[in-house]
């Protein structure tokens, strides 16, 4: 009898354990869950391809859209690396908006004058970088970042390939929405935070299910251990 006491003891404090870390799985589920529809930035998949000479559009945006006008915007070329030799070296930016403007302390020489953002664009969302007149130095990788955005996905890095000696006027065009990362936001993202809440509804309610199930469990044991111990001393 003694021995199945101790056995009931062990094993309700075992769902009880049980019942605490299933609370903390769910809870941590829950919080993955909710994130999901938070705002992302997304940019190409595909590389962007300019001709020498003409205008070019980096397409970067935030899904599901938000106003930025009040956020920092960065592009810059994440290859470049400041001198080593150099402790006060900096690496400049190709485009840095910040305060509801364009800040131009930080800007790499080679791009004053000749990189836009669209106020419009940024009211919904949209990044994408206009680089006029294209050089053959122009060409690699570009990050679009955004240090204060509250979401998963802050930045998004598009390549940009200059092909020379062409005989097209203008590259501006933007590449269709399927080369981004994610769908359009226009079309996702009622469906996306749907899916978000319905996702963490089904998380609370399986979590609720478990810890009851194991707080119940864990009483009926602790009863049943007791009836033993009074059937026990009667004897």
């Known amino acids: 009898m003694v021995l199945s006491g101790s056995f009931m003891v062990h094993f309700g404090s075992v769902g009880s354990s049980f019942a605490l870390w299933t609370l903390i799985v769910c809870l941590s589920s829950a919080v993955w869950t909710s994130s999901e529809g938070q705002p992302r930035v997304v940019g190409s998949l595909q590389p962007i391809v300019a001709f020498l000479g003409n205008d070019v559009i980096l397409p970067c945006r935030l899904q599901p859209s938000l106003n930025l006008e009040g956020l920092t915007v960065e592009w810059s070329k994440p290859d470049l690396k400041p001198d080593p030799s150099d402790r006060l070296s900096r690496v400049d930016y190709v485009h840095l908006y910040r305060d509801r403007r364009e800040d131009t302390d930080m800007k790499l020489q080679s791009y004053v004058g000749r990189t836009e953002l669209s106020k419009d664009g940024l009211k919904s969302g949209d990044i994408s970088l206009k680089i006029l007149n294209v050089t053959l130095e122009d060409g690699g990788r570009y990050r679009c970042f955004i240090p204060k955005l509250k979401g998963p996905v802050k930045e998004s890095v598009v390549t940009l390939v200059v092909e020379p000696n062409s005989v097209q006027t203008t590259t501006e065009t933007p590449p269709d929405d399927r080369d981004l990362q994610t769908p359009d936001p226009n079309n996702e993202t009622n469906v996306r935070a749907g899916r978000s809440h319905l996702g ?21 044991l602790k009863h049943k251990k007791q009836q033993k111990v009074l059937e026990y001393d009667v004897a």
């Open 200 to 220: 963490t509804l089904i998380v609370v309610v399986v979590c609720v299910l478990l810890v009851l199930g194991g707080g119940v469990g864990g009483y009926l």
